[in-house]
């Protein structure tokens, strides 16, 4: 059975002439998931469209085109008929929420949200968790977590999400924006803020959004929890407990003017810097089996010395999730390294 994936028009406008190279990239740690083997993948144009080509060596079951659907840069999935038609094969990807949860936020520093679903979608494949990639429950972690876009995405997975940032503009305009969501799609939520002291000092502020996707889920008491801390990231050991998330992922400081603004203690504009101090809390903070998925600019921090420091703080490099290198910009070659904690 041959396949033909089209891939969306943003995915053109975020990585330009290298989309259907990451598309490939994505779809090969996919690959791992499926319970079919795929087979002749190539990049292909048809009549001027982007597609990517499969065969795998039957009709792929249910489950498979349910993960597939998810792809961050999946538009429509084809099977290619004996006589080269295109037979559409109907998406099914996790939307627990509107997309305008994903698409609405836009400032200056945002992480592109189709990259972010891809940075998500690898660190929870090369997981221990990937099992559960459709089925929600998984705790993401994202320690520079901005306003919030791998927080939004993991909520639209039906996961859970656990945020810090050191800005605390970001984390008002993050929870404003969230509370006016969910009040405006009149989805049952509650509330929690208070301040974390230790040593007679406030070493962060917590704010946790519980929430119910649907009044379905309220009634059956399925409920997705949100913590956002505003604090420097590298307190998080006087803030959290050792094992307390699934999946880390995270994208640098790009370490020039958009990707690092102001935090009160000054942001690091040296994200190796940053990056060294960080590794061990983090690491401390994945659950055994847990994987880490970074983003980083390669002009500012190549990714050996990523690599390196990932390496020190106890976590294996999966040298499996390759081939994200792209060009964002003329400051910014963003690439993708994934590792894992043993279990
Ligand atoms: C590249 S941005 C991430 C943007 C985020 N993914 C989003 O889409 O909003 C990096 C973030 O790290 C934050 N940051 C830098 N140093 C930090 C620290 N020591 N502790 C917590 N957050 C920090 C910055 O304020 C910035 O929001």
Known sequence: MRYAL?????????????????????????????????DEVAETTVAGVDYLVFEAPGRLPARDVALLSNLSAAYALFEVTDDDLLRPVELTPLARYDTDLITIPKYAGKTNEQFTRLLLN?????SDSAGRFLDGGVVVGDPLCGRGTTLNQALMYG?????????????????????????????????????VRRDKRTVARRMEVVV???KDDHRSGVTQKLVVLHADTLDAQAVLRPACVDVIVTDLPYGVAHGSHGGERG??????????AALPEWERLLRPGGAMGLSFNTRVSPRDEVA?????????????????LHRVDQTVERDVLVARKPA
Do not use: W
């Open 6 to 38: 089209l891939l969306a028009p943003s995915a053109n406008h975020v990585y330009a002439a290298q989309a259907p190279a990451l598309a490939r990239a994505e779809l090969a740690v996919f690959a791992g998931a499926l319970a079919t083997p795929l």
């Open 267 to 276: 942001v690091s504009r040296r994200p190796a810097q940053l990056l060294a």
């Open 159 to 195: 996961h859970d999400g656990l945020g810090i940032e050191i800005d605390g503009k970001d984390v008002e305009i993050y929870l404003s924006f969230l509370k006016t969501y969910l009040k405006r799609k009149r989805l049952k939520h509650t509330t929690d803020f208070h301040p």
């Open 212 to 214: 119910a996707a649907s």
């Open 122 to 126: 690898v660190t929870l494949l090369a």
């Open 308 to 324: 390196e420091l990932v390496e020190e703080s106890g976590l294996t490099v999966a040298d499996d999730v390759t081939g994200f």
